[in-house]
């Protein structure tokens, strides 16, 4: 079992576990935002002018699904999936960022910060080589 968990870990990579987790991450939150949205719309009230709530969530789950059928992607050829889940996450950060700046949202800027932080992680990893390690297939020390 550890040697099948080590294998397929190393042929995803630690870009692929990103996009993994990302993508995860961005189905369920979408999946939410279908079956149980959350009352307050403060935070994306911007967004909602162009789009209903449930045209956003079906968005983000279409990143997640983007992202995950990326990890099994080599370096050059995933960046789509990083791209998906950045410009989605984007979208919400700047939302929260204009309720905060416009509409009186005492809690935007954080809000802000929480989704910037999201994308940024995707927007930093998606520059990062695989480590030669892993590329070749030998087993970490």
Known sequence: MRAAVRQAAR????????????????VLYGYSQLVEPPASTESIRLLLLGMPRHGWAWLWIAAGVTALACVPQRRGRDWLGFAAVYLVASAWALSALASWWLYDNPRGWITALIWAAYGGVAAIVVGWPEPAALESGADDP
């Open 11 to 26: 042929r995803i990579g630690r870009r692929g576990a990103v996009l993994l987790l990302k993508g995860g991450m961005a």
